[in-house]
């Protein structure tokens, strides 16, 4: 059976080799987001920046510093 998903968003990230998306799955009401695995020295770098940072599409969100 074909999954019906809405508003898939890709994010790409050239300078930090960064690759995910984000997508609405409606039968089920979830949000679901992913990230490509770490593949390099620049991928593990952006992963031990764990500091927390405001997110301007949402109110009172914070987001990951590794991926925004």
Do not use: E, M
Not at 7 to 31: C, E, H, M, R, W
């Amino acid at each position: 059976q074909k999954l019906k998903i809405n508003d898939i968003k890709y994010y790409t990230n050239k300078s930090a080799s960064l690759q995910g998306f984000a997508l609405y799955y409606p039968k089920v009401n979830a949000i679901v987001i992913a990230f490509r695995g770490s593949v390099d020295v620049n991928n593990w770098l952006a992963n031990i920046d764990f500091g927390l940072t405001s997110y301007s599409q949402c109110k009172d969100c914070k987001v990951h510093n590794g991926f925004y």
